[in-house]
């Protein structure tokens, strides 16, 4: 969805390392969803804003922090990059029961 | 524990063949449930289900609903090469939404 964009698209750092990942979205999406995408685990969701100052975590939220500051804004941090963080990272915006998702093209982080 | 299960998790088909992909689910409070396709980038929104017994349909792809017994089934027909994809179900929940393993569907020419 070309109102969802993510940056950097692609990131190699080393271990120990603090990491930003930003979503940017111009749809005005109340709801905003941070996901890690790996082999054999589809989609899951790490943090989730209903929104502004408002979050939450998902199932796999530990060592992910969030922030969302402003609507269109949703960044994700790593405090301390493992390499176990390794993964496509996927920002989503829209709603959630009778709305849909959509996603932005993912950041494929590599932590050495 | 909210989850759901796809099926098959991989399927390889040749051109014109119709498959059926299937999404069962155990979610609680239950909102709606959503097929998306996957190519080597991100997921793209194919379907939103929200009522049992009512087919969505788009071209060669049609989905339906059965929150009865909890699952979902997506029929493409006449397959084509540009349908190799992974097909993923999620279904909303509280706030959120729970997204199965995905179905990796590869249509030979």
């Known amino acids: 969805d070309a109102g969802i964009t993510q940056s950097p698209r692609h990131k190699v750092t080393e271990t120990g390392t603090p990491v930003t990942l930003r979503c940017h979205q111009t749809?005005?999406?109340?709801?905003m969803y941070w996901y890690r995408q790996d082999p054999g685990h589809g989609l899951r969701l790490i943090h989730y804003?209903?929104?502004?100052?408002?979050?939450d975590k998902g199932e796999v939220s530990d060592g992910y922090s969030v922030s969302r500051s402003k609507t269109e804004d949703f960044l994700l941090t790593l405090e301390s990059a493992t390499s176990s963080q390794t993964s496509v990272y996927f920002c989503?915006?829209?709603?959630?029961?009778?709305?849909?998702?959509?996603f932005g093209p993912g950041t494929r982080l590599t932590v050495l | 524990e909210d989850k759901v299960v796809q099926s098959p998790l991989s399927l390889v088909v040749h051109e014109g063949d119709t498959v059926t992909l299937n999404c069962s689910y155990e979610?609680?409070?239950?909102?709606?449930l959503l097929w998306y396709k996957q190519e080597k980038k991100a997921p793209t929104f194919l379907f939103m289900l929200?009522?049992?017994?009512i087919e969505k349909k788009s071209g060669r792809l049609s989905s339906i609903l059965d929150k009865k017994e909890l699952f979902s089934i997506l029929n493409i027909t006449a397959t084509q090469t540009g349908d190799s994809a992974i097909y993923l179900c999620?279904?909303?929940?509280?706030?959120?939404?729970?997204f199965g393993t995905g179905t990796r569907l590869k249509v030979l020419a």
């Open positions: 749809e005005n999406h109340r709801y």
């Open positions: 999620a279904v909303s929940g509280t706030y959120k939404y729970i």
């Open positions: 989503a915006g829209g709603g959630w029961g009778t709305d849909t998702q959509y």
């Open positions: 929200t009522s049992s017994g």
């Open positions: 804003s209903y929104g502004v100052k408002d979050t």
């Open positions: 979610v609680t409070n239950f909102r709606s």
